[in-house]
């Protein structure tokens, strides 16, 4: 569990939900649950995805549909000037991305290490399996 607050990059596309790039996959489990928590927590999020232009207006508006309004979209604070002419390096304290090496920590093991509490708690009941659902 940390105290202070901290910038945490977020990756959209296999992050936040699957990857079904350029459309928008189904969201990771408890990856909205894990980012809001975070955000009351007073932790900044910004949004670091490879999209740009009309797919990135889609994966920001659905992550506002979902409760995350970013606290920038792909710089490293609201204010920053996109220069195309230097490639892209952010400032942040931690980057939650599936392409780390060794691949992506599911977000209920996040939640536990950042948050600190169990992320199941918002798991929804499961439905009744159906006897005609073969
Ligand atoms: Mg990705």
């Known amino acids: 569990m940390v105290a202070e607050t901290l910038t945490i990059a ?63 979209v792909n710089k490293s604070f609201p204010e920053e000037q996109f220069d195309p002419k230097y490639s892209r390096k952010i400032n942040a304290d931690l980057f939650i991305d599936d392409r780390n090496l060794g691949g992506m920590m599911g977000w209920g093991e996040i939640y536990q290490k950042l948050v600190g509490g169990d992320a199941t708690q918002f798991q929804r009941p499961k439905k009744k399996k159906s006897w005609f659902g073969f």
């Open 10 to 72: 977020v990756d959209f596309d296999g992050t936040i939900v699957e990857d079904e790039y350029p459309k928008i996959g189904k969201p990771n489990i408890f990856a909205f649950e894990t980012l809001k928590k975070l955000q009351n927590k007073g932790h900044r999020l910004i949004l670091w995805t490879y999209r740009y232009g009309r797919e990135l207006d889609e994966a920001v508006a659905f992550c506002k549909e979902n409760g995350i309004t970013f606290y920038a």
